[in-house]
Nanobody
Framework: QLQASGGGLVQAGGSLRLSCAAS????????MNWYRQGPGKQRDLVAS???????VYADSVKGRFTAYRDNAKNTEYLQMNSLKPEDTGVYYC????????????????WGQGTQVTVSS
């Protein structure tokens, strides 16, 4: 249901854009989150957006990362600028999706993760 892509190897100071595409019948993506799991570390929340367009960020990425959504494509993007070696990790997207307009039932999904490596 969620397909993440866009990771890769980049030098410090560089940029990458991650994508997370949701598939299937979708009425509304209520919330989309980006998590990062560094080597030997726990999975931490990096950014979170709502269907209304508001976004919140972890302090470590504020001013450098921007999460935004293309509702027509049911795709969320994470633009990462001024990357640092400590941004290295596997990035996961996570979404809460309402498939049916009438039932109000929401389901949570995880993407498969995409590796981001920032060299110093």
């Amino acid at each position: 249901q969620l397909q993440a892509s866009g990771g890769g190897l980049v030098q410090a100071g560089g940029s990458l854009r991650l994508s997370c595409a949701a598939s299937g019948t979708i009425f509304e993506i209520t919330r989309m989150n980006w998590y990062r799991q560094g080597p030997g570390k726990q999975r931490d929340l990096v950014a979170s957006t709502t269907d209304g367009g508001s976004a919140v960020y972890a302090d470590s990425v504020k001013g450098r990362f921007t999460a935004y959504r293309d509702n027509a494509k049911n795709t969320e993007y994470l633009q990462m600028n001024s990357l640092k070696p400590e941004d290295t990790g596997v990035y996961y997207c996570n979404a809460v999706i309402q498939h049916n307009r009438w039932t109000g039932v929401k389901n949570e999904y995880w993407g498969q993760g995409t590796q981001v490596t920032v060299s110093s």
